[in-house]
């Protein structure tokens, strides 16, 4: 009788398989996306795995082409003038929004203005007036005028967008092809309020693709747009971006084949994957590095020899390949890595062996007056993800056996640890910092004392450096100079430079041309489906 | 029995009201707030952020304007998810953990109720054994354990149903409800076994018995009512509970119902949502609760009479 209960069980359950079959389409790409959206304000949005959504609804003046590349976009040549400090767009001929508009150069200017205007509560507005320099955009930022003429971003005709730069900014073509350069189409915004951004019903945008569906928590439906003007390229029908907060499941769901890329891999299958389906598996270094800060105002810390003996304990290599496991690539840099026209130095003790560090930092310890009487105490404030605490034990642990350190891990919730950095209660902070692009110019800039006061951190001949970077308009010599400031700043030791993080992914054999991409971008238009 | 209920109305919504105030300012001792960020962000822009969300008034003025919105059905922004209300997502949310909340607690209370009398009636044979070992086992197993051995089972290994998500209708969410279910068929059996079996030996029954009323009626008639009352006094938080949406199952199975708000809210200090997640479970909880005492009292004179 017990049995015959559970046997009706299954054999409904059966039943509802049987009739429940709904065909999967094959012209659609279901790609995770790990976290929900938090806004589809293109404006306003910050989140990166949102960031791809909106790339394939919206593009920007350039595109960034498979493998991250550089490429035409809506404009379809540009120029800088001599001295790098205006860059011209010229726009395609015969742009159409998705409802059929025309897509205008007025709506790129309109762009920046949104997103400077502090009306419009974005976060995102330094990247015009701090990591790229654009005439008026900060006044607009601070509020002291809210007047679009005061701004450097013009449209002298519906096909010319020119950008006037306070000083030389190569680096704003990643700015212009990102989904931080989506154009805004005026009427609809004001007829429908920031909200209809996320509204299929009303949202009109200018990518290769239309946002069609959206359901929270669940998923969002992109079909082809036809007005897109690149649209006879555009292979795949529909893409389906679908929130995937438990990675074992979104494992589960690559898997099962009810998704064709994920959002990441479980750490602990990384092994796995890689022996089972290694052409499936595609982990490359992200733009995130991961660096532990020391605190200055420590006065143990405040001694160079302290801070030096510290980092050479570290051995990255056995952290990341038999600690953490997680795919980031071991760093003895900042902002190198990631760009590799990038000739960046490294920290000082990088080209000696591990044991040749150890050695020496022992040396350091005790010249600092430390050892086994009088051990030094730290505390290491990180997040609560797993691996953020493995990564926290496994330096500790350095710190103990190499050094006889007595460092406390101190994990914290993602917002505690946040204001916990500003609030200064910690020696070491196990900190991070994700790029704008795949270039040293934001890592670099984000470390100007004057761009972040909690590392209290006071060196007049960084900011120089960074001054006179900021004069060069061509990369080359860019890079050079930034080069120079990176220096400043590994040799002083203010922290650790740990690892690169991977941007990890499954993507089934289905999909053709995912390539890794430096920028982080992997639009849709560029893939197809097999 | 208009004034029992009544007096327990009144009662729960002082509850309410206390569980909400102070999970209003318990929240504001954790450290962190909504827009913690990693960047220094323009002051103007920073004033925005904390005008547009009240978050530069004084605390007990925030307090009183969300009392004025709940009083008006309005439970603001989301921080967090800037194109919603919370109202919005808590509309979008609950169908999704109602319709699986709703057959989830519907099987475990046949199942189990099923299981639990056969094993009363057929004590110690080996079909009580076999649910009695289930029942443990379901109880025992967290669901983060067995639902992902499930979805390797009956959605990789065997293809029956999808893995999560809930894009192909009911089938869909056959796996989540079961998982649901499952501990509470277990205690539900285990529930109404002891009770049956404590009820059988009443005089009531006896005297029904001895007056030669047969099996059947006996069991129907008179037992069984007097066995489901400490199932009905479980069920009514079981299935406040239940149709809330589970934050373990949502996640798990990744379904768009409104418990996982209850987790990401608290995390991402999103003020408004965790204020409205938390009047809504209050408000369920004590509602069932409330319509399990009223159920109760119409079961057994004997509550009833003692208010």
Do not use: C
């Not at chain 1, 005709?157 to 931080?180: C, K, N, S, W």
């Not at chain 1, 439906?221 to 529909?238: Q, T």
């Not at chain 1, 050479?312 to 990631?338: C, H, M, T, W």
């Not at chain 2, 069984?224 to 239940?242: F, M, R």
């Amino acid at each position: 009788m017990k049995m015959k209960g559970l046997g009706l069980l299954l054999a409904s359950a059966a039943l509802a398989v049987g009739l429940g079959t709904a065909a999967m389409a094959d012209d659609t790409l279901d790609r995770g996306m790990g976290s929900e959206w938090s806004t589809l304000d293109p404006q306003v949005v910050f989140d990166g795995a949102t960031g791809w959504i909106l790339m394939d609804a919206y593009e920007g003046l350039v595109n960034f082409g498979p493998g991250g590349g550089i490429i035409p976009g809506a404009a379809e040549s540009w120029e800088a003038s001599e001295d790098g400090k205006t860059y011209t767009f010229h726009l395609r001929e015969g742009l159409k929004w998705s409802n059929g508009d025309p897509l205008v150069a007025q709506d790129y200017v309109n762009t920046v203005f949104r997103t400077l205007d502090p009306a419009t509560i974005s976060e995102k507005g330094y990247y015009f007036y701090s990591t790229v320099k654009i005439k008026g955009a900060e006044a607009i930022a601070n509020g002291e005028t809210t007047d679009i003429a005061t701004l450097g971003v013009t449209a002298p005709d519906d096909r010319t967008v020119v950008i006037e730069m306070e000083t030389p900014g190569p680096h704003i073509l990643y700015l212009m092809g990102a989904f931080q350069m989506s154009p805004l189409h005026k009427p609809s915004l004001e007829a429908n309020g920031p909200a209809g951004f996320g509204d299929p019903a009303k949202v009109v945008s200018n990518g290769a693709y239309v946002i069609k569906e959206v359901v929270p928590q669940s998923h969002i439906l992109l079909e082809k747009n036809p007005n897109y003007w690149d649209a006879a390229n555009v292979s795949i029908p529909f893409v389906k971006y679908y929130v995937t907060e438990d990675v074992s499941t979104e494992f589960k769901r690559f898997q099962a084949g009810e998704l064709d890329v994920t959002y990441d891999i479980p750490v602990n299958q990384i092994e796995v994957v890689k022996e089972t389906i290694p052409d499936q598996v595609f982990i490359s270094p992200s733009t995130e590095v991961t660096f532990y800060s020391f605190n200055l105002q420590v006065p143990a810390l405040q001694d160079i020899n302290v801070r030096t003996a510290l980092a050479y304990a570290i051995n990255r290599e056995v952290l990341q390949e038999k600690i953490v496991k997680a795919g980031a690539v071991p760093s003895y840099a900042f902002a190198g890595g990631f760009d590799p026209d990038y000739q960046g130095p490294q920290m000082p003790g990088a080209d000696l062996t591990q044991a040749e560090r150890e050695a020496k930092a022992k040396e350091l310890m005790a010249a600092a007056g430390y050892g086994p009487d009088n051990p030094l105490k730290l505390t290491i404030v990180t997040t609560v993800a797993e691996d953020r605490v493995r990564l926290a034990q496994g330096v500790a642990l350095m710190w103990k056996q190499v050094l006889g350190v007595q460092a406390e891990v101190k994990p914290m919730e993602r917002k505690a640890w946040l204001d916990e950095f500003y609030a200064g209660g910690w020696d070491v902070f196990a900190d991070g910092l994700i790029g704008d692009f795949a270039g040293p110019e934001t890592f670099l800039a984000y470390m100007r004392p004057s761009t972040d006061p909690g590392y209290h951190w006071v060196k007049p001949e960084y900011d120089a450096a960074m001054d006179v970077a900021a004069t060069k308009p061509d990369k080359e010599s860019r890079d050079a100079e930034l080069a120079k400031a990176e220096k400043i700043l590994l040799d002083d030791f203010l922290f650790a430079p740990i690892a690169i993080e991977a941007a990890r992914s499954l993507v089934s054999t289905k999909v053709k041309g995912w390539e890794p991409s430096g920028a982080g971008y992997y639009n849709s238009q560029f893939l197809k489906l097999e | 029995m208009l004034r029992f209920v009544g007096k327990r109305l009144w009662n729960g919504t002082l509850t309410l009201a206390a569980l909400v105030t102070l999970t209003f300012f318990v929240m504001r001792l954790a450290p962190g707030g909504p827009f913690s960020r990693n960047r220094k962000i323009s002051p103007e822009v920073q004033a925005n952020i904390e005008a547009a969300f009240h978050l530069d008034e004084p605390i007990w003025m925030q307090f009183g304007r969300f009392v004025w919105g709940v009083l008006r059905f309005d439970l603001g922004p989301s921080t967090r998810f800037r194109d919603y209300s919370v109202n919005d997502l808590i509309a979008s949310g609950l169908p999704y953990s109602l319709t699986i909340g709703f057959w989830a607690i519907l099987v475990a209370a046949l199942v189990g109720i099923a299981l639990g009398i056969v094993g009363a009636l057929r004590r110690n044979g080996l079909t009580d054994y076999v649910a009695g070992t289930v029942g443990v086992i379901g109880i025992a197993i967290p669901i983060f354990v067995i639902g992902p051995v499930l979805q390797v089972i009956f959605a990789l290994k065997l293809g029956w149903v999808p893995v999560g998500g809930w894009n192909e209708g009911m089938r869909s969410v056959i796996l989540p409800i079961l998982v649901l279910a499952l501990p509470n068929i277990a205690y539900i059996s285990r529930l109404t076994r002891t009770s049956m079996i404590e009820t059988l030996r009443e005089n009531y029954v006896r005297t029904a018995r001895a007056k030669g009323i047969g099996g059947r009626r006996v069991l129907l008639r008179h037992t069984l009512k007097g066995a489901l009352l400490p199932v009905v006094a479980y069920l009514g938080p079981a299935t406040a509970s239940i149709i809330t949406g589970s934050v373990l199952i949502e996640t798990v199975f990744a379904l768009p119902g409104v418990g996982r708000h209850f987790v990401d809210a608290a995390l991402n200090r999103d003020y408004p949502l965790v204020m409205g997640i938390t009047l809504l479970y209050g408000g369920l909880l004590i509602l069932f609760n409330i319509g399990t005492d009223v159920l109760r009292a119409w079961m057994d004179p004997r509550l009833r009479n003692a208010q």
